[in-house]
């Protein structure tokens, strides 16, 4: 790959300035003539409009178009298939309605359905891209200044006013702020990202510095001359939301335009990033005013390029069953061949006995005149025939699974044991974004889950911290207590109880719920000498300056005068710091009721904590601006030197206001899991200097410190408070707190700026390059020099903190319902492993006494020793080996001219590298053949208990490298690069003995997942987002079962986007995962019913939804066919065509509708109270081809006995007292009244809640069977075919044959299900057991996890005791007589536990 191109604007003047060459040779699509209209400026004929279509159809294309999506084989099979039907109906010599297209009727009035809908969703479209294009907008033009513009006019090169509240019509450039300070803009990325926290955006500095004096009016747009290199909207790497570079740079005089002006480069050159560059759809929030020049518009921003890409990359999630049902189409399409071909033959070959003279099988047919030849007949007759067969792939089913479906989501919607009442008052219901995986739910093997939010109620509370050697917090976290209940055996609500009892009081803010602040302020002051002091002094600092935090500041609303006329208004408050002064000098620092800081903005809940914190301790942030941040600093001068027992402090408050230069920031990233910020402070004995500041996770910071560039020990060495810290941060793990390490470092200003002329020297330079590389590996780049500049503070660390995130109410009890359920839950989260174990323990993920019995895996991140190597490793003949074939291969690469020289000691470096990473993989592989060879002895010895797993992102990081690897779709990178010639069986690092050959041989990846699907509770610790999805994607490869992953935040997108099934919990971190979701809930604990209740219902309903329609209309197809041994399979449609054309619309329609609805078999309460229940129906037990062959065999013997029975009662034995025949119709509708109350009633023998509704439809369906043969037996006029009806039903209704005909015939179809049911009541399944438990209110239990021996001996001492009452017993255990003492059941049973399922424990 190339280097990238730039878009280049050149500003002159406050005017872009483009050359007419280039010009693309075309018109303006909305004029004749070329380019005579607005839009014809030359302007949008190289850059583009700002106007957005997203509409598919127009007024003139709609219905063509439409039709043809609807028509086309590859877009709907279903509706072509029929449209080749109707075609085969419009052919007289093969046709069944004289050449009537019937089936017409139907299928027009789908695709009208179809159309409709269609036409209102693009009319929808059309509304929306009317309002975005004609919403107008303040835009600079010079000459008549600021005018208003409709959006879709605005194009690249204008000047853009948006005012708060208003939404950025295209991708701007920010060049001012109505701030005061000018260099600051908030917006709102709601509708862009689903983030609720409001994002600063800010004026570039050099833009600011060249035309601050004349902010605000036209005349300084007028004065406005600069070039902006930047992302080339047709660049690979545009769509990535978050990264955009480019370049100011000056040059130009101000004075009219001439392109001589424009120079490439200029000393005055500046970099700009993402964050001076506002996307279209952000939304400008508290800022009276934003000016921007616009860099994209219309198709070429990247909201629009990222959809047209996403679009491209869409995954259709189907369900299982949805899959099975067109594997059943396929299986019925080639029945429907068969059967065609077998019509065929019999026709031809009817026609050639009679053609040879000869008397056929039916008797001599005299009067028929035979033109066809065998061959011309049969083949016309397999297409007749292929038009009787149409109904073995009936057109219902699509719109009937369609219309269930959605009612099942609304019920899914209105379900009020779902809902939530947020902290404003407003209930939020869940919410069903995809309907067609409703069943799916009841198919979940693995759920995937992350933490913070989704487990947890993400409202954070700074605890405890530790600075030095010293620890400030005492009180602990309610999951630390429910641990150590659970681990001392105690009363978890009670213990639970007294806890909260103590907290009354303590907190006195949102964010902070800490109780020994007197005690941290003392320090401060030095009680616990000068070090200590110093020490919290630059922790307090670090908390206040290392974020993203603003103040928020409320203030009137002023409308600026970009006219340059001013108002009269009065004067507004600038935030002077005399007026903070006179503001809270009332504040009582040691009173925390009077303590309210300032409001703050900030895009995650830990920063906040961590702000308010500092806030609460005195070091409070109320401003920052470009290049600034100010810190009000209140200080508690100690008088009385000794605390003692009541005795009171007295301290003299003083306020402070300290400025930093904010010099830069290098933000934190779900891959750096780390925050860094450079400072100048402009007071002090330090003013100056700079100061970094760092906080992030432990193992990030760690190999970042003084000492990291040499060795791991020489950190240790250099590190004073890393054991004590490492100490305290394990005790916080205990206790299930989130942390972070904090660290600082001092360093002069040539350290960054280097030499004041060329900047050599300083890291600033080499930073800015980086940012502005235009390199395929840009990314990469600037990742290494944020890793360097981090690692060449040489960092010193003071200390920690620790935030409590309490669990969400029901979450313990609901994490167990579903491990009940045989369902294995995976927690994927960035905490340590301490952390998360213990969390998993207060959660019921993990059993307190899981880790001490051997029961839980933990795979935690590498030690000291494991991250380097030592010397004699250095000068083995491996390494030595590496280093050769390394050379050679620079070698050939400077011959190349790849390289300019040969970098030995970067070519060493990376060696070294790859032997590390080689020495942890050998290691990965030698602890998973250990855990592989216990697993067994630990299965044997706790048998039927559950097993965990623990494990850290690095080792994650070695199984996929080698998953990647056997995909050959490794991306190789330096540090994850395992050089040539190494083996995971080497000697340097000792092997596992007791692991068998064939374990042994197995790869990473492979024993990886043989012990992870072992395990019925697995935690992933520090993992990053895209790691969440490979893990996902790695069990649904290897496993091939429905996944479930369920999260709140934009980090756990790409996770939820990979399982089958994705669910977004509403949360404080935006929409971006509910936007991403298949399902919406608010809560984790709605997960239960979710799943266990609507998703175990619906995949009942569903599946027979499915295969009852299949065997409807094939029940139907299989009696004309029987007819057609009596039509010398001439293709004769025995029935009237608008009879059979109501059969999947009035007769047999509601029915299964209102089932696959309404009905339940087993009540949702106790679905919920025995969540064992919910694998009884998972996998495949109500759907494969075993079930649909059952289906179609009992339809073909119901169509036997309808057809047979009512045949031989009328036809071959005449009803008529003279003896005459009655006539085929006649016949035919009787088997055809038969068809229809079979089919009926075949479902009656599956419902199994007979509600009003379901009472309904399926009498009113029979009923109005009768109704309409009274209607079509009154006139001729219906008659099509051939058949009429006239008069026939007035006298089949009198007779009495008719009506026993129809009781004998649907008793004897039915018998089959009679015969079914007597013994499902005899010898039950487990299914029918728990029912009849339910009813008769007995004890239930899961019998996979029960010996049916003992309880069948507990059973038979009862009775031996006395006589059992059966509806009344109070026996202990279960005492349901179908399953105690029933043989059958428990062999069943017993066969069912020695196959597990391989999904399953």
């Keep these: 790959m190339g280097s990238r191109r730039d878009r280049e604007i050149k500003i002159v003047d406050g005017r872009l300035v483009v050359s007419y060459a280039d010009l693309p040779p075309r018109k303006c699509s909305n004029c004749f003539w070329p380019w005579s209209c607005f839009e014809g400026d030359k302007r949008a004929r190289i850059y583009g409009t700002n106007k957005i279509e997203s509409t598919k159809y127009t007024w003139y294309n709609f219905l063509f178009k439409n039709l043809y999506e609807q028509s086309v084989p590859w877009l709907k099979p279903a509706n072509f298939y029929f449209i080749c039907i109707a075609i085969l109906q419009s052919i007289s010599e093969v046709s069944t309605t004289q050449g009537n297209p019937t089936i017409l009727l139907p299928l027009f009035f789908v695709m009208g359905v179809t159309m409709i809908k269609d036409w209102i969703e693009d009319d929808k479209r059309r509304e929306q891209d009317r309002y975005a294009n004609e919403t107008r907008y303040k835009v600079y033009r010079p000459g008549p200044g600021w005018v208003w513009v409709q959006s879709q006019n605005i194009l690249v090169g204008d000047f853009v006013l948006i005012e708060e509240d208003g939404k950025v019509p295209c991708d701007i450039f920010v060049v001012g702020s109505g701030i005061d300070s000018g260099d600051i803009v908030f917006v709102d990325t709601k509708d862009l990202d689903g983030e609720t926290n409001l994002k600063p955006k800010h004026v570039p500095k050099i833009i600011l510095e060249k035309f601050q004096k004349s902010r605000g009016n036209e005349s300084s747009i007028d004065k406005m001359s600069f070039k902006l290199k930047c992302d080339h909207p047709d660049d690979e790497g545009f769509t990535e939301m978050e990264a955009w570079r480019g370049q100011v740079s000056f040059g130009v005089k101000h004075r009219r335009y001439s392109e001589s002006d424009l120079k490439d480069g200029s000393a005055s050159g500046s970099s700009v990033d993402i964050n001076n560059f506002i996307l279209r759809t952000c939304v400008v929030r508290n800022t009276p005013w934003v000016i921007g020049l616009a860099i994209y518009t219309g198709d070429q921003t990247k909201i629009q390029k990222n959809s047209s890409k996403n679009q491209k990359n869409l995954r259709v ?19 429907q061949l068969v059967v065609c071909l077998f019509c065929a033959v019999a026709a031809g070959f009817y026609q050639f006995r009679l053609k040879g003279g000869e008397e056929d099988v039916w008797g001599q047919h005299w009067y028929l005149v035979l033109t066809d030849s065998p061959l011309s007949e049969g083949f016309k007759r397999f297409f007749t025939w292929f038009i009787i067969c149409k109904d073995f792939l009936p057109i219902s089913l699509y719109v009937s699974l369609e219309m269930v479906q959605f009612c099942q989501a609304k019920f899914i919607d209105w379900d009020a044991k779902m809902a939530y009442k947020d902290e404003e008052g407003e209930w939020n219901f869940a919410t069903v974004q995809t309907s067609r995986l409703n069943e799916e739910l009841a198919q979940v093997h693995y759920i995937f889950s992350d933490k913070t939010g989704t487990l947890t109620q993400n409202r954070m509370d700074f605890k405890k911290c ?12 309610t999951a630390g207590i429910v641990r150590m209940a659970r681990l001392e055996g105690k009363n978890v609500t009670k213990e639970l109880e007294k806890f909260r009892e103590s907290l009354v009081g303590l907190k006195v803010h949102d964010f902070v719920e800490f109780d020994e602040r007197e005690r941290l302020l003392l320090d401060l002051e030095g009680a616990n000498g000068e070090v200590q002091s110093k020490l919290i002094e630059e922790y307090l600092y670090a908390l206040s300056l290392n974020n993203s935090v603003f103040p928020k500041i409320k203030k009137k609303k002023v409308v600026n005068n970009l006219r340059g006329k001013k108002k009269k208004k009065k004067k507004r408050f600038r935030g002077s710091e005399k007026k903070f002064q006179s503001e809270e000098v009332k504040f009582d620092m040691l009173d925390p009721n009077a303590y309210v800081p300032l409001q703050l903005d900030s895009s995650s809940p830990d920063e906040k904590a961590l702000v308010y914190f500092a806030q609460f301790m005195g070091f ?11 810190i009000k600093r209140t200080i508690g001068r100690k008088i009385t030197p000794v605390m003692g027992p009541g005795q009171q402090v007295e301290v003299k408050l003083t306020k402070t206001f300290e400025s930093f230069e904010d010099i830069a920031l290098i933000d934190f990233s779900s891959k750096r899991k780390r925050m860094t910020v450079i400072v100048s402070p402009q007071f002090g004995p330090d003013k100056g200097k700079l100061k970094i500041y760092c906080k992030g996770a432990d193992s990030y910071v760690k190999a970042l410190l003084k000492g990291s560039a040499v060795s791991a020990q020489a950190v240790e060495d250099n590190q004073p408070y890393l054991s004590d810290t490492f100490s305290h941060l394990e005790k916080f793990g205990n206790e299930s707190l989130r942390t972070l390490v904090i660290a600082y470092a001092t360093k002069s200003r040539y350290w960054w700026f280097g030499d004041e002329k060329t900047g050599e020297g300083g890291w600033k330079k080499k930073y800015e390059d980086a940012l502005q590389s235009k390199a395929p590996n840009a990314r990469e780049v600037i990742a290494q020099i944020e890793t360097e500049i981090e690692r060449d503070a040489e960092m010193e660390l003071i200390g920690s903190t620790a935030i409590e995130d309490k669990l969400q109410d029901g979450v313990p009890e609901a994490i167990k319902s579903l491990l009940d359920a045989s369902i294995k839950i995976w927690v994927l989260t960035g905490d340590n492993v301490s952390t998360a174990v213990n969390i998993g323990i207060s959660c019921n993920l993990l059993e307190a006494d899981m880790h001490a019995e051997g029961r839980l895996f933990v795979f935690d991140d590498f030690k000291k020793e494991q991250k380097d190597i030592s010397d004699w490793e250095m000068k083995s003949p491996m390494f030595r080996a590496a280093y050769s074939h390394a050379i050679i291969a620079e070698t050939k690469a400077m011959s190349k001219g790849h390289n300019p020289v040969l970098n030995r000691k970067k070519v060493r470096e990376k060696v070294k590298r790859q032997l590390i990473f080689h020495k942890k993989a050998k290691i990965v592989n030698r602890d998973l053949d250990t855990a592989l060879e216990r697993l067994e002895w630990i299965k044997t010895k706790f048998t039927g208990q559950p ?8 080792v994650w990081k070695i199984v996929q490298y080698y998953r990647a690897k056997e995909k050959k779709k490794l991306s190789n990178t330096e540090d994850e690069d395992e050089p040539e010639g190494f083996s995971l069986t080497d000697d340097t690092i000792p092997q596992s003995n007791i692991a068998g050959e064939k374990v042994k041989s197995l790869s990473i990846p492979e024993k990886f997942y043989l012990l992870a699907r072992e395990c019925k509770s697995v935690i992933g610790c520090r993992l990053e987002p895209t790691e969440k999805a490979e893990i996902v994607q790695m069990m649904q490869e290897r496993e091939s079962v429905p996944t479930l992953a369920i999260g709140d935040g934009n980090n756990d997108t790409v996770m939820i986007k990979t399982a089958e099934i994705g669910v977004g919990i509403r949360g404080v971190e935006g929409t971006s995962a509910v936007s991403a979701s298949d399902y919406v809930i608010s809560q984790f604990s709605f997960l239960t019913r979710l799943i266990l209740v609507h998703g175990r219902l619906n995949n009942r309903r569903v599946c027979m939804l499915v ?24 293709g004769q449609f ?26 339940k078999d087993i009540e949702p309460e106790n679905l919920e109270k025995y969540p064992f229940v919910y694998p009884w129906t998972r996998g495949p037990v109500s759907y494969g081809f075993h079930v649909l062959a059952e289906w179609i065999a009992t339809s073909f013997i119901h169509a036997a006995i309808c057809f047979f029975i009512p045949w031989y009662s009328f036809e071959v034995t ?24 079979v089919t009926n009633q075949k479902l009656a023998f599956y419902n199994a809640h007979w509600n009003w509704a379901w009472h309904i439809v399926f009498w009113g369906s029979i009923g109005t069977l009768f109704g309409f043969i009274l209607i079509f037996s009154t006139s001729t006029a219906f008659s099509i075919g051939g058949i009429d009806y006239f008069f026939i039903g007035f006298r089949l209704f009198v007779m009495p044959r008719f009506w026993l005909t129809l009781v004998v015939t649907t008793a004897l179809a039915c018998l089959f299900d009679y015969s079914r049911a007597m013994v499902v009541h005899f010898y039950p399944d487990r299914t029918r057991v728990f029912i009849e438990a339910m009813q008769y209110q007995k004890k239930v239990f899961d019998p996979d996890r029960v010996d049916l021996d003992a309880i069948r001996r507990m059973k038979l001492k009862a009775r031996a005791a006395g006589r059992v009452d059966k509806k009344k017993s109070t026996t202990n255990g279960y005492t349901g007589s179908n399953f105690s003492f029933t043989p059958h059941v428990r062999d069943a049973y017993k066969r069912n536990r020695s196959r597990p399922s391989p999904a399953e424990n």
Excluded: C
């Design 1214 to 1237: 005449s009803p008529e007292a003279s003896g005459q025949s009655f006539g085929y119709e006649s016949t035919m509708l009787v088997v055809y009244a038969a068809v229809v109350i």
């Design 620 to 630: 409070e942030i109320f401003e920052r601006r470009e290049g600034l941040v100010k």
């Design 466 to 477: 530790t600075i030095g050697k010293e620890q400030y917090g005492t009180k602990t976290t």
């Design 1134 to 1159: 025995p029935f009237l065509d608008w009879m059979y054309q109501l059969h999947n619309i009035a007769f047999t329609a509601l029915p299964i509708i209102i089932f696959a609805i309404f009905d």
């Design 317 to 335: 999630k189907m369900s299982t069953v949805f899959r099975h049902m067109n594997y059943g189409f396929a299986t019925m399409g080639i029945l």
């Design 947 to 954: 097993l965990g797993l623990a494990i850290h992102g690095n």
């Design 1107 to 1130: 295969y009852y329609i299949f065997y409807k209309t094939s029940l139907a197809v299989w009696a004309v066919l029987f007819f057609g041994f009596y039509s010398a399979f001439s």
